[in-house]
């Protein structure tokens, strides 16, 4: 018993920034969900539109009629607005008969994992504990990155696969990679482009480090494109079935079709032309999210598109850069904390409450142009590259559904913080070492 308390006080010991940084992280989120759960009860944690509708609704549907379908009244027909593994994650707890608390607090165990990760990411890249140490303690106190991880949302489930898949990237286990980014892509299919960027991101910089084509890990990097396809292969065949497509998901053309295309013809003084379901369509409330929608969708916006294609163009650009550029904490200060808590913003306070927006408005400018300076970094460069082509892809892409005052894309940059937090060290620290060479070589 003395030997087996001393070997697990040896590993205290040896672990103990990890566990300081799972607590961190765990414990302020848990704490938060504590308040929550008491003072706005279970609701609290669906309290976003699309926790309560698409997926607690889908979790419902899937346990009671055995159908992937967001429909609220029957029939409910299967759909394919989402990729269905969280819908999957929040089913297994009602099945146990667990409350939303549950789901939540595993939720904030998981961002105890992903700070760990990501310390443990800073020495692999960087050969740093001090800029893991660093980004771990921004990941786990990043105030965004709170709130969205106590809602019933898919954003934290496919952080976790995704942070877990980039560390075994980073251990050049890419088989393994292959299979988390599978898994993260059947919570949100944007992991589709993730996957395939990084995955050639780490045949270049392989390439970039032995100087020879035929000594690369081929044999990983192809399993690692096996067991991606395989674990989305189910979703796609069913898909298929269904509704005679190999996609993912119809989320892509509804979103763009609906969000910016929409936002641009009302410049243009018109309004979008929209789907008619056909009279004898069993639902007509969810066919606006149908593959039979989204060929409308399509085929409208290519020609709005082929009409306007510069003023569109600088349109969805223009979006995009705002949405990337805009102060996230806005959101937070003005749609979350203002309407459930105004008494904070009487007088002075909300002077105090916008300025610790600005200020956090302006770390996060700062945070992005500090990733540059990494660049001096010459082994993590490849992955600073392909990180940075991710960050504009999400933009583009997701961002400009953010559109309008106080633009909002943070639940969209969980994924991808993280590493923000990293580059941004990095760079800090060799442009440090740079200096401090140059002055010695004086």
Not at 243 to 248: A, G
Not at 327 to 340: C, D, I
């Amino acid at each position: 018993m003395t030997g087996k308390f001393y070997l697990f006080s040896q590993w205290l010991k040896n672990h103990r920034i990890e566990i300081s940084i799972f607590f961190l992280a765990f414990g302020t989120r848990f704490l938060y969900a504590v308040l929550v759960q008491i003072f706005f009860g279970s609701h609290g944690f669906i309290a976003y539109k699309d926790a309560e509708v698409l997926y607690l609704g889908g979790a419902n549907n899937f346990l009671e009629h055995s159908v992937f379908s967001i429909n609220s009244f029957p029939p409910y027909l299967p759909d394919v607005y989402r990729t269905p593994l969280y819908t999957f994650f929040v089913a297994s707890f009602l099945w146990l008969k667990l409350p939303f608390f549950g789901i939540i607090a595993t939720q904030n165990f998981l961002a105890g994992i992903i700070s760990i990760l990501v310390y443990r990411i800073g020495q692999l890249l960087f050969s740093s504990k001090r800029v893991g140490l660093l980004a771990a303690v921004a990941t786990s106190l990043e105030p965004l990155s709170i709130y969205w991880n106590n809602l019933l949302m898919s954003d934290y489930l496919f952080t976790f696969f995704f942070i877990l898949g980039c560390y075994k990237l980073f251990q050049k286990n890419y088989p393994v990679f292959g299979l988390l980014l599978g898994l993260a892509t059947l919570v949100r299919p944007i992991g589709l482009y993730f996957f395939w960027i990084l995955l050639l991101a780490a045949i270049i910089n392989e390439f970039w480090g032995q100087g020879n084509l035929f000594k690369l890990s081929w044999r990983k990097f192809l399993l690692a494109m096996i067991l991606f396809i395989i674990v989305l292969f189910p979703w796609m065949a069913r898909n298929k079935i269904l509704f005679d497509t190999w996609q993912l998901s119809s989320a892509f053309w509804y979103n763009l079709y609906l969000r910016p295309m929409n936002e641009f013809v009302q410049t243009q003084g018109f309004s979008l032309p929209m789907p008619i379901a056909p009279s004898d369509y069993p639902n007509p409330e969810t066919f606006i999210y149908s593959f039979q929608s989204v060929a409308f969708y399509k085929q409208q916006f290519m020609e709005i598109f082929k009409k306007y294609p510069l003023q569109y163009s600088q349109f969805h650009l223009g979006l995009s850069v705002k949405s990337l550029l805009a102060n996230q904490y806005n959101y937070l200060a003005n749609y979350v904390l203002r309407p459930e808590l105004p008494a904070l913003f009487y007088g002075g306070r909300n002077k105090l409450i916008m300025a610790a927006v600005a200020i956090g408005g302006l770390a996060w400018s700062l945070l992005y142009l500090l990733m540059f300076l990494s660049f001096l970094h010459r082994s993590s460069r490849v992955f600073l590259a392909a990180f940075l082509v991710i960050l504009a892809l999400v933009a583009l892409s997701l961002g400009v559904l953010g559109g309008g005052k106080d633009a909002d894309m943070s639940r969209y940059l969980l994924p991808l913080a993280p590493f923000v937090f990293l580059f941004a060290g990095s760079g800090i620290k060799d442009f440090y070492l740079r200096l401090k060479r140059t002055a010695a070589g004086n």
